[in-house]
């Protein structure tokens, strides 16, 4: 009887996840509709899973390795081995999504060091390829609507078939996908999904993951129904109300010719309507699509703002006879926004300096399958620190992270994953457009990221012309960047929107590189993609590279970085560049510079591998936030170093700071601007002590003891 409370406990929470999981997949049902026309069902739930083989058909469930009949795209509906609907796989292990098996998998040596010496890869066949499947049933009554699966990001070369039916193949570990299931479907039965992943190649040089790591949906609407991604909402503010230009992209995929009524309307944040347009007449030829558009006009609209994100929901209802049998929610904000070529950012007319981070998506132990939830509680640790702005390094993000920024009001550089102008690489760029164009957080597209092999050159000013054209013609109404490390003045820095400066000792090699670009393009925006790269350990205040310690004190930059305060520093005194994204908000695995194996992570966040944040979260903290902060440093545990000098530091934003070491002072020192304060003390055991003054007056004290 004992452990009574604690069993109570368990079940308690067991059934609070429980519950909120239904909660989850009834509330994105009423997000994307709630007319009986169309459903989003989350289908993360009761998949099986295995390690196929990269390798040896014989061990990736081919039932003839010798190839003798017909393969698993020959024939429709005839796939073989595990993509086959009577598959047994009741020995395979049963898991929820989103999963990472390459977290799951042991370290080893012959592993890629980017990639955090996970045991996948080439190296590793036994390991690089997991099979997913799922049962699910289909009402009889469905039949006659459209229905389709939606993976919102697999890694990577995902193969997927519905009851021995191929559906296509998507190399993308990093963008969205989806298949039409309406005709492959057993409607008043059970219906199999299968997906194989493979692994074996890296995308990029960081950790990855593998496997079906975000969310999947079962999407149902009527055969006449708006697109996937089918709205765009754009905003322009009047003196005293906005005009609200609202696109729908409407899909018949019926056999038969049909006429259609469209009315759009808007929501305030109280689910109150503040606009209603005319009824628009659309007449579709079978399988056809066609687009409408209206201006509706919100008075005294309460904008998007860092501080207020407020945001207003378009509802598309599409009528047929007089019935609704569509109805398509998009919430979105009011808002402008402005690129100065002297003046930086500008928001809803006010400058905004930008002072944001970079960050990929892995996170501790769940890797790269983020729970939603731990996707906002990053966003709140990033803006408690005072950070406005997140660049998604180096691929589209998972869309609950821009959610969260939309409801937390941080700024996006919304980040594309290839670089290049044939269908594999535009196409991936098409869909991080069109997916995200309507939150309000994302102010900026970067195309992409250090191509060193073009930036400088004629052919880097060729391709990202076309790309941005590209992007252009998706949405006109934001510009785009793309992070360029070297070439200042040649190849994509001639042709992009906004450019990018990646680390401003790049510029020539010099701390005015920025400088001569902007006098050589002074009608040319810009923006820090990515700089500093500081790196540190938490809580550690002596190096010890043995064990791959680094101290947290602002002094540790790898070859082409600089530390925290001169980075900030210099963009700070620079009004004509937007602000700066720091490299990185978090330690992410992988990427562990400076060091090889056995370290399998890097250290340049500002904050740990878990969220907890290191020393340079307060510098930041007392240069971007707007109140007030003191923190002391390092800790004041020395035996064995009595008597001996100990660098003391101290981030703040107070006009002065006075240090104490059990009572006696040891000197009260001015703090300059974007700056830190240091003392060398004699460690004596006992209580260190710091008092913050502004305006003469004692307003914060910290202390180690």
């Known amino acids: 009887m004992k452990n009574q409370p604690l069993k109570i406990l368990v079940c308690a929470a067991i059934a609070i996840l429980v519950s909120a999981n239904q909660e989850l997949t009834l509330a994105q049902i009423s997000q994307s509709g709630g007319s009986p026309g169309r459903e989003r069902l989350l289908m993360d739930f009761g998949w099986r899973f295995a390690f196929g083989h990269a390798t040896d058909p014989a061990r990736d469930f081919d039932p003839d390795p010798a190839g003798s009949t017909f393969s698993y795209f020959a024939k429709a509906g005839t796939a073989a081995g595990a993509a086959t609907a009577d598959f047994d796989d009741r020995g395979w292990r049963t898991l929820d999504l989103p999963h990472d098996w390459a977290v799951e998998v042991p370290f080893s040596n012959r592993g890629s060091g980017s ?18 499947r799922k049962t699910f049933s289909i009402p009889a009554a469905d039949l006659g609507r459209h229905i389709t699966i ?11 078939w519905v009851n021995g039916f191929y559906l296509g193949r998507e190399s993308s570990g990093y963008s969205g996908f989806g298949y039409d299931l309406t005709d492959y479907l057993n409607y008043g039965g059970n219906n199999t999904i299968a997906v194989r992943v493979d692994a074996s190649l890296e995308e990029g040089w960081f950790y990855e993951g593998a496997g079906i790591y975000r969310h999947v949906w079962l999407g149902k609407t009527a055969r006449l129904h708006v697109a996937k991604w089918g709205t765009f909402v754009s905003t322009e503010l009047k003196d005293s109300s906005a005009d609200v230009t609202a696109r729908v992209m409407v899909n018949n995929d019926s056999a038969k010719d049909v006429s259609c009524e469209i009315e759009q309307s808007i929501l305030n944040a109280d ?3 503040v606009a209603g347009g005319e009824i628009k ?13 209206v201006v509706l006009n919100v008075p005294s609209p309460k904008l998007w703002s860092c501080e207020t994100p407020v945001r207003y929901k378009l509802v598309t209802s599409v009528r047929q006879g007089g019935s609704e049998v569509d109805r398509y ?15 930086g950012f500008f928001l809803n007319g006010r400058r905004v300096e930008l002072k944001g981070v ?3 998506q892995d996170h501790a132990g769940v890797g790269v399958a983020v729970p939603d939830e731990l996707n906002a509680f990053r966003v709140e640790q990033l803006k408690k620190m005072g950070c406005n702005a997140i660049r998604t390094s180096h691929n589209p993000p998972t869309p609950e992270l821009l959610d969260a920024c939309d409801r937390l009001g941080i700024l996006v550089m919304d980040e594309n994953r290839e670089y290049g102008i044939n269908p594999q ?12 164009r309507n939150h309000p957080c994302v102010v900026i597209w970067s195309i992409g990221n250090e191509e060193w092999s073009i930036e400088g050159n004629e052919k880097g000013t060729r391709i990202t012309q076309t790309m941005q054209t590209f992007a252009h013609v998706l949405d006109p109404t934001r510009l785009c960047t793309v992070a360029i490390s070297g070439g200042w003045g040649n190849g994509s820095s001639i042709s992009i929107d906004v450019m990018g400066f990646n680390y401003f000792t790049h510029g020539d090699g010099a701390e005015t590189g920025n400088d001569r670009y902007h006098a050589r393009f002074p009608d040319k925006p810009s923006v820090a993609t990515e700089d500093a790269s500081t790196f540190s350990t938490r809580g550690i205040y002596v190096q010890d590279r043995d064990h791959q310690h680094l101290s947290a004190y602002d002094t540790n930059k790898p070859d082409w970085g600089i530390t925290a305060e001169e980075s900030w520093t210099h963009y700070a005194a620079r009004p004509y560049v937007a602000g700066l994204f720091q490299w990185t908000g978090f330690d992410y695995r992988g990427e562990e510079t400076p060091f090889y194996w056995p370290a399998i992570s890097s250290q340049f966040g500002i904050l740990d591998l878990c969220g907890f944040p290191k020393d340079n979260f307060y510098y930041y903290q007392a240069w971007w936030s707007d109140h007030p902060v003191l923190h002391l440093l390092p800790h004041w545990n020395w035996p064995g170093r009595e008597g001996q000098d100990i660098d003391v530091w101290v981030h703040s934003n107070c006009q002065e700071v006075e240090l104490f070491l059990n009572g006696q002072s040891q000197g009260r020192k001015t703090m300059t ?7 060398k003390v004699k460690y004596a055991s006992g209580i260190l002590l710091a008092r913050g003054y502004t305006g003469g007056k004692e307003i914060l004290t910290d202390k180690v003891e």
């Open 271 to 273: 689910g109150q309507p």
């Open 358 to 360: 970079c960050d990929h």
């Open 150 to 160: 939606e993976f919102d990001g697999v890694f990577r070369d995902s193969q997927v």
């Open 673 to 679: 601007k974007n700056s830190h304060l240091e003392w």
């Open 425 to 436: 690489e535009l196409g991936q760029l098409e869909r991080l457009i069109l997916r995200d």
């Open 281 to 293: 007449t659309l007449a579709l030829k079978a399988g056809a699509s066609s687009e409408s558009s």
């Open 329 to 343: 929610e998009t919430p979105f904000g009011i808002r402008a926004i402005r690129w100065d070529a002297n003046e």
């Open 115 to 132: 990639h955090g010496y996970k045991a996948i890869g080439k190296n590793f066949p036994e390991t690089s390829v997991g099979w997913y």
